[in-house]
């Protein structure tokens, strides 16, 4: 009977060391309305929902950001009075989207550490050029052009949108992309933040894809570019024909 005792005793500490541990609430949970922005004729812009939860209070900050490509900025001087190209510099790496939204102030809520680390807000983007004699007051210029050359596209928000909290847990914010908004793989990260110290993170994919009769003719253009240029030429041709026998004068 002491032997069967002990072999129960040792099982039943088998079985309870082998219960499964209670599993924990995730901090922070973030989706969006849609994971995929079809680009069709007539596309105008478009806004995709972001919403989730949080298991304490804190503040929340999304950051969009678009497939990398490299850019080159280029400035026009004064030659023999006429206006010329006479310098260039080029950025490898550089996001061709950027939007953040905050539940808060981005200085209030968050360190300088934080924003660095993170890469949060536009200047704290990694613009390194590949002419690396270029420093100083000098490479903040060409930055700052390349930043209001992408805001002027719309493709860098000028301004923080509003994460907003539908009562202690619950929020969700607007994502906003315009029409010319490039295509490609975006990555949405989603950071709670206690005390301006990320506690929590949380990235979901994004695809923006053209689609239906411009997906075919962007197709068509890159895979077979010299017949897609003697068509543009022959209709560009045709209209101009048309043109002049409609508004013909007798």
Not at 31 to 36: I, P, Q, R, V
Not at 51 to 76: H, I, L, N, W
Not at 179 to 194: F, K
Request: charged letters at 20%.
């Amino acid at each position: 009977m002491r032997a069967l005792a002990g072999v129960l005793c040792a099982v039943a500490v088998c079985v309870i060391g082998l219960r499964p541990a209670p599993v924990r609430a995730q901090p922070l949970v973030a989706d969006l309305s849609e994971h995929l922005l079809a680009i069709t004729t007539g596309f105008t812009g478009a806004r995709v929902l972001l919403f989730g939860a949080v298991e304490e209070p804190g503040e929340v900050v999304v950051v969009v950001r678009g497939p990398s490509d490299t850019v080159t900025m280029r400035r026009k001087s004064r030659v023999a009075g006429i206006w010329m190209n006479t310098s260039k510099v080029t950025f490898p790496g550089v996001p061709t989207f950027y939007a953040v939204s905050t539940s808060g102030p981005l200085h209030q809520i968050t360190t300088p550490a934080v924003r660095s680390r993170n890469r949060i807000g536009v200047s704290q983007l990694d613009l390194r050029p590949k002419e690396r004699d270029l420093a100083g007051p000098e490479l903040v210029a060409w930055q700052e052009g390349l930043i209001r050359a992408k805001q002027r596209k719309g493709h860098y928000a000028r301004e923080a949108g509003r994460v907003v909290f539908l009562g202690r847990t619950l929020f969700r914010t607007e994502l906003f992309f315009p029409a010319t908004v490039p295509t490609g793989h975006y990555q949405v990260e989603v950071y709670l933040l206690d005390e301006g110290e990320v506690v929590s993170a949380q990235t979901t994919p994004l695809i923006v894809s053209k689609a239906g009769l411009e997906a075919e003719i962007f197709q068509f253009a890159h895979n077979r570019g010299a017949l897609y240029g003697i068509l543009a030429v022959m209709v560009a041709a045709l209209a101009g024909w048309l043109a002049s026998v409609i508004f013909r004068r007798d």
